[in-house]
């Protein structure tokens, strides 16, 4: 299975922090913000969802009511893993904030992978809380615990595709 599609430039050295440090300006609090949007937008999914699984839980006299038990969790990971592993590599709160993920390389990340993501993310997040945020301080690249894990960097969408993509 090829992650890659045309538009893809794989270089290695495209997301050194001291060749381009413009791609990590401002990438850690924007994530802030941006993980706030997409938290919003997954509780009205979520809600939306509930009320669909409410009526199949009244047709099937009941039985339909077992998938509030996962209902939250399959659609955080179909909502990360589609937008995030989509075309765009960013899920909606990210692309308003101006933010994109990529594989270390420059590849664009697959749907299994940014499930992964979030689920890295979720299980750091209830070990160490907010303190997931320190690893960023040091990283060069802004970089969480998860996406070193993964090899993933997020960065700023608009100064990669004007001044990084072009150049290939």
């Known amino acids: 299975m090829s992650v890659e599609t045309s538009s893809d430039h ?3 050295d495209v997301f050194e922090a001291a060749r381009h440090p413009e791609l990590f300006s401002g990438v850690r609090s924007r994530r802030i913000f941006a993980f706030f949007i997409d938290v919003i937008v997954i509780a009205l999914l979520t809600l939306a969802a509930g009320v669909l699984v409410f009526v199949l839980g009244v047709f099937t006299l009941g039985l339909g009511f077992l998938l509030y038990a996962i209902l ?8 990360v893993a589609f937008t995030l592993g989509g075309p765009q590599s960013a899920t ?3 692309r308003a904030m101006g933010l994109e993920m990529r594989l270390w390389y420059g590849a664009r990340p697959y749907p299994l992978l940014a499930a992964v993501h ?3 993310f979720w299980f750091s997040i209830s070990l160490l809380t907010p303190f997931v945020l320190l690893v960023s301080l040091f990283s060069d690249r802004k970089r969480l615990l998860h996406d070193m894990v993964l090899g993933v960097v997020v960065i700023n ?3 990669y595709r004007e001044h990084v993509a072009q150049r290939g």
């Not at 939250?72 to 909502?79: D, M, S």
């Open 10 to 12: 794989v270089r290695k």
């Open 72 to 79: 939250p969790t399959a659609v955080a990971l179909l909502y």
């Open 92 to 94: 909606p709160g990210m």
């Open 118 to 120: 979030a689920i890295l």
């Open 157 to 159: 969408s608009a100064y």
